[in-house]
């Protein structure tokens, strides 16, 4: 008997491949510019929740994939007539899938190709560390369209590069280049074009891979807070956080390395 045709199966919106300790995380709806629908809305958090579980991942990577940009911001087909306040607010709260990036312990960088728009910039800004290639282009248009960012543009984009520039972004909607992005602080590194962009992102994120995870976890969680707290409770924190790294396997294989003239191999204890 002839075996059944294998079922098809569908792209999923998020694809997640692997390098080593590096997970790839990619956008995967090229044809509408990786608009984020609801699909994208409810794997993404998902996507996330499994890398943060898996040990064997140290470090995830997002990108655009193989679209013509990172991210054109929400699927606007997918914005409704008008509901009431109440229906949208619950809505909102019932998805937060934004949120997902901030229950993520390990690093998290954004490599940035293309446009980078709305909820596609605000995804950006929930990651960790942000490389773009010259092409990309940076906006909040939200207001444009009768709304405002809805997944933590108004919050996080000042904490990066002031509430100055933050206001002058929010308020026109105008777009910026990756060089102005990189000149303000949007972006920490550039690659050198479109065609190297994952591969220097990669590279990166290797490196921070190779680096004590629990170190990198809590110096992550230390630097995320400085946001929101004074100093003197984010000092604390950094004293805790500090005594506790003090104890792991790690800490001791990183000074037997250096005595041995040798690379440290970090088992994440
Ligand atoms: N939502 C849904 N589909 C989108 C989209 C979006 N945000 N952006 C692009 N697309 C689709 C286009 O409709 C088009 O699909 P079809 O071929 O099926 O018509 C496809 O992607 C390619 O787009 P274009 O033909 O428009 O490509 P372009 O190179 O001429 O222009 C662009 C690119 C400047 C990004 C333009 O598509 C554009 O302006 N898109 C909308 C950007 C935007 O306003 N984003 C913010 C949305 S609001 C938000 O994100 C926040 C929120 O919470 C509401």
């Not at 960012?149 to 990066?160: D, E, V």
Request: include cysteine; proline fraction near 4%.
């Amino acid at each position: 008997m002839l075996n059944p045709a294998p079922a098809t199966i569908e792209p999923r919106a998020v694809e997640t491949e692997f390098h080593g300790e590096v997970a790839l995380v990619a956008l995967n709806r090229p044809d509408q510019l990786n608009a984020i629908n609801e699909e994208i809305r409810l794997l993404l958090p998902q996507v996330l929740e499994e890398l943060e579980h898996d040990d064997a991942v140290r470090v995830i990577l997002l990108h655009g994939g193989t679209a013509r940009g990172f991210c054109a911001g929400a699927d606007i087909k997918e914005i409704r007539a008008a509901e009431t306040a109440l229906q949208v607010r619950e809505r909102n709260m019932r998805r937060a899938w934004i949120d997902g990036f901030d229950r993520v312990t390990k690093p998290v960088i954004a490599a940035v190709h293309g446009h980078c728009l709305g909820g596609g910039m605000e995804m950006a800004l929930a990651c960790d560390i942000r490389i773009a290639s010259p092409d990309a282009v940076f906006a909040l248009p939200e207001t444009g369209l009768g709304l405002i960012p809805g997944a933590g543009g108004t919050q996080r984009l000042h904490r990066l590069v002031g509430q100055g520039r933050a206001l002058d972004l929010l308020l026109t909607g105008d777009r910026i280049d990756a060089a102005e992005a990189h000149r303000i602080g949007l972006v920490t590194r550039l690659a050198a074009d479109r065609q190297s962009l994952l591969d220097e992102a990669l590279a990166l994120a290797q490196r921070i891979a190779g680096r004590a995870p629990l170190a990198t976890a809590y110096v992550k969680e230390a630097a995320r807070a400085a946001g929101d707290l004074t100093l003197a409770a984010g000092q604390a924190l950094e004293r805790n956080l500090f005594a506790l790294l003090s104890t792991t396997a790690d800490k001791a294989e990183a000074a037997r390395a250096f005595k041995e003239k040798r690379k440290p191999v970090f088992g994440g204890k």
